[in-house]
């Protein structure tokens, strides 16, 4: 009753394999290649010559005369974007309200000039790791530090701020943004570090 | 629900209800062979194809046969599935050369993409080649998927046909799902997310240099590899410093198109559709929302068109987004407030709950993603559910534990509400002492008992699996949350793996031999535990004759019939799931919020 079961169900499979498994992803790559290129090879900056990064991955920074972005939970070394991965602390984690508790010290030694409390994704980690935006609201939290640090004037960096900021996609779907690699390369291309 | 959670959500059913009557009307075309009627081509493409596999497109299969095509065309893909990882060091397409993939991984993963469950188990981008990702993964998506439709299709004919034997062709119904539909939206949907900026490339790795040089801590080893301690005992820490940053690369819009739209869930890499190659935009996360959802919506016009009264589709349609609509308030509510635990030391509470977000999602973006993946069994996350909030936990693994029937899975979920209304009618039939009828066809006692295994193997899997894992010390090991948590964590991998969702509170290191086979075994019976009990039910409804509507039918086109069939859903999830719930999320949010007065 089986048997002449097992030649179609071999041989559908073989066909709709190289059909949906090798045709597909060449022709969409062919496509993409061609009227995507840029997108479809990671949204690469590149600075005399050089990859420096990607607009759509986070990198870290911790420098003073630099915006800080999302804390990454990636192992070993944060943002890396050969293994992505979130925290996974549920709520009650030990371990969250103690990394958290840590960051938001460090937040407060790093911007004397703010009272009120930390915004919440300059002390979250993000899902991905490589989160690369922060929301408008922390990186006005950071301007005044970046400011000093720089010698530049605060509403001078305000304004590059501002300039940076993403709204959602047709302005209805996700949050403000701040692109937080973006900002900084901008922020070295003014010249002072 | 806020302003902004009202307009995405609205938005978004607008969009998917208007799409999705279009595509019911071209499957209800294409799947009954009227398309390949009308349009030559096709047909000669279609009868071309069952040349090629040397099978008899003209064979009405029986139901025992039509199980037996859909099992072997499975176990074919298992075993590629397999097969490809376990050698994949040896062929091409491995640019980071990839190792093997170890046996009780590759058999984890290889059930998981065939049962459409696409729990992963593996962090992608550092274990599979592009060729596995492609020849084994990518493949599995289209054809778990056809599976789905094929099945659920069969069913609808048991409802449609009279005095029947047999159920259609399997192989036509697989072929013409894949190529005829999964095929060309995959392909439009690739495209559209590479414009947004999905990666879809072969080349190896990129290494960037950095703008900042990253310094981080890392425990120091001895040449054994063993972590140095020092006197006190404590760990020796050395600083390492990195110029570089490695982007993982590869062909993953192509991947990432199917994985939405077959409701599979398998993500390209490990953080899935929070990865900003994966899902780099608002408007990328729009699209693959839809796409969830868009084939489980338009089945369900097909199945109103094809029994003949598209009322009766549009009945089962309007009560998955009853439910729908409640569990996105809730999941929005609870993500809204921010961790109380957090906000008392110090972190401002305005945006919610940004643990395991991503920023250009926000949290209502996030939480309308959240609940459609688990409504679906998509099992896709652009959150990390493991840091949800206890409620907003505990909705998601309900809405598994429903048995993916709001919206669910391509074909199964579709299939497995039919069931519930076979069960509603049944239930009925009972109060009022009638014969159960539905859309026709008397339910007896033949249907009833398979429909009783059908809803019952999941809760078995579901519970039993967690208990298991909840007395096992080496089970126990692998949790990641202390106290309740840890029990949700166990409990929502078995949810998803039964129910063939496959998203995780990923803090639960699955990648273990007991996790490895317990889930694997959970994913197999669930899909085909469930799937082989339906083709035996419409085979036993094709044979029956039609019914005519008479004073005593009871109608099931009505909002009377949506009532009674959210009710019968939401009983019987209530009462089998509700007792195991209440151990994990309820007492993990009792916790949390406990003198805080909310």
Known sequence: MMKN????ALTLFVVLSVITGVLYPAAITGVAQVVFPDQANGSLIQRQGQVVGSSLIGQSFSGPGYFWGRPSATGPVPNNAAASSGSNYGPQHPALAEAVKARIEAMRVAHPDQAGPVPAELVTSSASGLDPHISPAAAYYQIGRVAKARGLKPEDVQRLVDAHTEYPSWRIFGDRTVNVLKLNMALNAQGRV | MNQSAVVQTGLYLLVLLTLAWPLGRYLAALMSGGLAQRLGWMGKVDRGLMKLIGANGEED??????????????????LAVYLLQRLQLSLPFNPAGMPNVEAASAFNTAVSFVTNTNWQGYVGEATMSYLTQMLALTVQNFLSAATGIAVVVALVRGFARKHAQGLGNAWLDLSRATVWLLLPLASLFAVFLVGQGVIQNFSPYVEAQLVEPVSYQVAKTDEAGKPLVDAQG???METVTVRTQTLAMGPVASQEAIKLLGTNGGGFFNANSAHPYENPTGASNFLQMLSILLIPAALCFMFGRMVGDVRQGVVVLASMTLIFVAMVAVVVWAESHANPLLVQLGMDAGLGNMEGKETRFGIVASSLFAVITTAASCGAVNTMHDSLMPLAGGVTTWLM????VVFGGV???LYGMLL?????VFLAGLMIGRTPEYLGKKIESF???MVSIAILITPLLVLGGTAVAVLLPQALTSLWNPGAHGFSEALYAF??????NGSAFAGLSANTPYYNLALGLAMWFGRFGVLIPVLAIAGSLARKPRLAVSVGTMPTHGPLFVVLLVGTVLIVGALTYIPALALGPVVDHLQLFAGQGG
């Open chain 2, 447 to 449: 249907e009833m008992k």
């Open chain 2, 401 to 404: 534990q429903l048995g993916e």
């Open chain 1, 5 to 8: 079961l097992i030649r179609p």
């Open chain 2, 411 to 413: 074909g199964s979920g």
């Open chain 2, 420 to 424: 519930f209304a076979m069960l509603a």
């Open chain 2, 61 to 78: 299969m029986p139901w025992w046969r039509y199980a037996a095509a859909i099992v072997l065309f499975n176990l074919a893909g298992l």
């Open chain 2, 234 to 236: 404590a760990a020796v």
């Open chain 2, 495 to 500: 949810s998803s793996a039964a129910n063939n």
